[in-house]
């Protein structure tokens, strides 16, 4: 369906005079496109303002009657966005994030990405009024885990609505946006490179200092560290450190002097770890480096004591009351450990600009509104799922973007620890290198598979998974490999294929039990033939002729016709001149020789050297003798023919210079009778065979151009080029293959894994698939077989929170810094029935190729279940050790499935009471959400 343009209105003038500032040409462009009636995608550096168009399209939706929804992918962000707009705009504007719903009837409605995308799946009608839905973060397309979230969203979206896309600088934003225009409505791209403070790199040695040179260079060549500190060194990647000297990090506290002297604060100091954040505030304070005045901390102490009054449970936190000791100080942690109420309140402090270093992870530096004068990175290493690796340049860049305020910072300062990872080489890849572009993570789950495949045709279903925005990509990619298959065509044209000195080769000849195709070649027609084809019959006869002369060798090598002692007893006794019958290697048969010299060897054989009619002097062994004939020896044989005998090496041939023999009158003289040897100089009926297989083979390669063709090693390479060509091209076909369509045959997979495991007949769904359908997590199928396997029925309602528990929670990495709390023996059964179903699930899954999670995951069983019983905070993390702000993670995460339990259709309703029961019993003090 084509949209058409809306023109424009005077509410964009409205909308632009109400604003305290005068906007910039990129966000009066982007503003331009809503109006017209196009969505847009804004590409644009942290801080920039893009916040403004989204404005603009709550605005327009207010406007005109309609509603809007804006989406963030973290919860927190949503949080914050709520509490932004709700003071604008007071009850226009509600919230949903899962667990929390707050006036969902709202004109202006904030929610996290996935709710959306679940309100589109499950029920479109509730959003169909929306005219702009904004996209918040919009390269968390790319995030893996997240990004099929983005993409089922936009395709999903009925094409009346506008997006609003906003995102930090991507390279290839046209792409995003075109496949966008494919799948939903046409969109235009805003792309807005100015930072809107300028940045400047700095590093610390540990002293402070600048990165570049007035003129732009590089002013550091190499980290160097003291001489007796250099120890040669390895990273991942490869770089040995010795040259520029080992050089650890600077400590924090001389970080933050220095940027204090250098007036840089306020800043936020990234840490790659939890416990790394918490280390460096202590020692941060017991450092005293009076970051506050006395007016800045009872500032700080006033927000605390209101805090505190809007969230008492903040008291009950051992945890909490420290840091919000520490708070005055000016210094805090950041990270997902802490409680949110205390997060949240450090962010206040810190935009008030009262505290001046937070020591936060990398979470800090996705979309929460805290910009910094300087942003400092303690590492540009980072530990992922394959080991250590370097920070990608949009990481670095998503996290510098948080530098330099705008309207109260000249400049922001990005600031790198100097540290033996890395060079300052690397650090200018990150700081001046183009942000990598994205690229999609989309994965298909069993909840979208399950509902596909129940509301569509298959046809529609496989429109729908190929609209994705991967499927986009391979098109592409398609299309690229298409061309590369055309290149290596076209090299292939330029060949000549013919033979250069035969342009006609032989038909193929009919099969005959005697010659070979060769050899029958010239009774037949000819008919154009390809170089390639001389070149392989040759080879193929070659590779014959090579065979049957191994096999002869080796049954040469092998035939022995006297034991090595009797030949050894017949050799010691004959003279010098004796007549020896011999069959040397290589010779059709055996011949009679004349006796020159013999010698033992060390393994108790007998060498010997013999003359031969040829003439020729040669070197035996015993299993070259045949027989000793009876004859008179030769007489007078010359010293030097004797001598040069002797000095022979074994099976050397050489010729007898000076001598003259004749050979056929010495054998008369001898009286040897040649009549009566003559059964021992016939061959053996092998030997002739494969003598004659191999004469006719060298005929064979005669009769062939390439035996004596001076152009053969120019044809062998140029056919071997083109047979690599070939290859090429055999391989390109095999990836577009691999490409296309890879997402409908992972669906028909995940359809064969649901039909199998009792979820769907054919498009009906079955009691499990209901359950799937309506379930959304990842951990999905373990989910619904807990629903519909009736697992929780008869449970009380703290048996089912710490039940669900077990689903919701995601698998430790690593060691666990925590102990887990015993739970009750009736989920102790569930779990070990859900364990039995889980494994022949997994084993279902493999199968079929399927690498979908499942798990169970009782750590926090434990601790939820008491939770729910009614244990105090204090008391469990007192007991478990477990950062707060991970089991009010946790604990939110468990309530939010019950609450999707409560939308199951076809289970009981004390199902549904006691899921909301146990969600009510979950859902108090620390862990209720407060904004």
């Known amino acids: 369906m084509q949209i058409p343009e809306r023109p424009a209105t005077d509410g964009v003038a409205e909308f632009v005079a109400s604003q305290p500032f005068a906007l910039d040409e990129f ?56 509490r932004d707009l709700k003071a604008q705009l ?41 005219s702009h839905v904004i996209l918040d973060e919009a390269h968390y397309i790319a995030a893996e885990g997240r990004g099929t979230v983005w993409e089922e969203t936009i395709v999903f979206l009925g094409k009346a609505t506008l997006v609003v896309a906003l995102s930090a600088t991507i390279s290839n934003a046209d792409e995003l946006a075109a496949w966008v225009s494919s799948v939903h409505r046409p969109m235009a791209v805003v792309f807005h490179a100015e930072r809107p403070v300028p940045l400047e790199a700095y590093v610390a040695l540990p002293g402070i200092t600048r990165l570049f040179d007035d003129k732009g260079r590089l002013a550091l060549r190499a980290f160097r560290g003291n001489a007796e500190e250099r120890r040669p060194r390895t990273f991942s990647g490869g770089r040995n450190f010795a040259r520029e000297g080992w050089i650890d990090a600077p400590d924090p506290v001389s970080v933050v002097r220095g940027l204090r002297l250098k007036r840089m604060l306020p800043a936020i100091y990234f840490v790659f770890s939890r416990q790394g954040c918490e280390d460096h505030t202590r020692d941060l304070v017991q450092a005293d480096l009076e970051l506050t005045t006395k007016d800045e901390a009872m500032e700080i102490q006033a927000a605390i004591d209101q805090a505190i009054q809007q969230t008492p449970g903040l008291m009950g936190s051992i945890a909490s009351r420290r840091w919000m000791e520490f708070l005055p100080e000016g210094v805090a942690p950041h990270h997902a450990g802490l409680l949110p109420p205390l997060k949240l309140l450090i962010e206040k402090l810190f935009q008030r600009g009262l505290i001046k270093v937070v020591f936060a992870t990398e979470t800090l530096s996705a979309g929460i509104n805290m910009p910094a ?101 391979n098109d592409a990619l398609i299309a690229h490999l298409y061309e590369q298959r055309d290149r290596l065509s076209e090299q292939i044209s330029r060949f000549d294929p013919t033979c250069p000195v035969t342009r006609a080769e032989p038909a193929a000849p009919a099969a005959s039990s005697g010659g070979s195709a060769a050899s029958d070649a010239g009774k037949a027609e000819t008919r154009d033939v390809l170089r390639a084809d001389w070149l392989d019959r040759f080879e193929i006869l070659a590779g ?76 035996l062994g015993t299993q070259h003798l045949v027989t000793v004939p009876e004859g008179r020896p030769v007489a007078a044989l010359p010293a030097h023919v004797l001598a040069k005998a002797r000095s022979l090496s074994y099976l050397q041939h050489k010729r007898p210079d000076g001598l003259e023999f004749d050979f056929d009158l010495q054998v008369q003289k001898s009286g040897v009778d040649l009549a009566d040897i003559e059964w021992a100089m016939a061959e053996s009926p092998d030997l002739v065979k494969l003598r004659a297989k191999l004469g006719q083979l060298n005929a064979d390669l005669a009769r062939l151009p ?5 152009a053969q090693r120019e044809c062998k390479d140029r056919v071997a080029e083109r047979r690599l060509l070939d ?107 859900l364990g039995r179903i889980g494994r022949d699930l997994f084993h279902l899954q493999t199968r079929h190729r399927v690498d979908l999670p499942i798990y169970l995951v009782t750590e926090y069983a434990g601790l939820t279940q008491a ?56 859902d108090r003090d620390i862990v209720k959400e407060v904004f």
């Not at 202006?108 to 990405?113: A, G, H, Q």
């Not at 499950?122 to 959003?127: L, M, N, Q, T």
């Not at 191994?550 to 035939?559: D, F, G, I, T």
């Not at 604990?891 to 289970?907: A, C, H, K, T, W």
């Open 544 to 619: 014959r002729w090579e065979s049957v002369r191994k096999r002869l060798a080796a049954l040469e090598a092998q035939r022995r016709y006297l034991s090595r002692n009797v030949a050894t007893d017949l050799l010691a006794r004959a003279p010098i001149g004796s007549w020896l019958l011999i069959h040397a290697p290589g010779r059709p048969r055996p011949e009679l020789a004349v006796l020159l010299a013999k010698q033992e060897t060390r393994g108790g054989d007998v060498h010997f050297s013999v003359l031969t009619s040829l003439p020729a002097m040669l070197r």
């Open 867 to 922: 939770w729910a019983e009614g244990a105090t905070w204090s008391e469990l993390i007192t007991r478990s050790g477990i950062d707060e702000g991970q089991l009010v993670r946790h604990l939110r995460q468990v309530i939010d499935m019950l609450s999707q339990f409560r939308e199951i259709p076809g289970v009981s309703a004390g199902f549904h009471a006691r899921a909301r029961e146990a969600a009510a019993l979950l």
């Open 27 to 82: 966000q009066v462009e982007a503003i331009g496109h809503l109006a017209a009636g196009r969505s847009v995608l804004v590409s644009a550096p942290t801080g920039s303002g893009k916040t403004v168009i989204a404005e603009y399209a709550v605005h327009a939706a207010l406007a005109s009657g309609s509603r809007c929804v804006y989406t963030t992918p973290l919860k927190a962000l949503s949080n914050q966005k709520y």
């Open 706 to 710: 390439c035996g004596t063709c001076a």
């Open 90 to 130: 007071g009850d226009q504007v509600g919230l949903m994030t899962g667990d929390v719903v707050i006036d969902p009837d709202a004109p202006i409605l904030i929610m996290t990405t996935e709710i959306l995308r679940n309100i589109l799946q499950a029920d479109p009608d509730r959003v169909a009024d929306v």
């Open 727 to 833: 290859q090429e091209i055999a391989q390109v076909h095999e990836h577009i293959e691999s490409v296309r369509s890879s997402h409908w045959r992972e669906f028909k997979a995940l359809i064969q894994v649901l039909v199998e495991a009792r979820y769907l007949r054919e498009r009906e769904l079955l009691a499990r698939g209901i359950a799937l359908a309506n379930i959304r997590t990842t951990n999905e199928l373990m989910a619904a077989e807990c629903v519909a396997g009736g697992f929780l029925e008869g449970k009380s309602p703290t048996e089912m929170a710490a039940i669900v528990s077990c689903l919701v929670a995601e698998p430790p990495r690593g060691r666990q810094a925590w102990y887990a709390l015993p739970f009750g023996a009736a989920v102790h059964e569930v779990v070990r029935g």
């Open 373 to 473: 004068r300087t942003v400092v990175l303690s590492n540009l290493v980072k530990r992922s799922d394959d080991g250590m690796r370097m920070l990608t340049v949009g990481e670095f860049h998503q996290m510098t973007g948080r530098a330099g305020r705008r309207g109260m910072d000249e400049v922001g300062y990005g600031v790198v620890l100097a540290s033996h990872r890395y060079a300052p080489q690397d650090v200018v890849r990150l700081v001046r290198g183009a942000v990598e572009p994205l690229r999609s993570r989309f994965t298909l789950n069993y909840n979208m598979v399950v509902n596909l495949t129940h509301r569509y045709e298959p046809r529609t279903a496989r429109r729908i998974v190929e609209q994705s925005f991967a499927s986009f990509q």
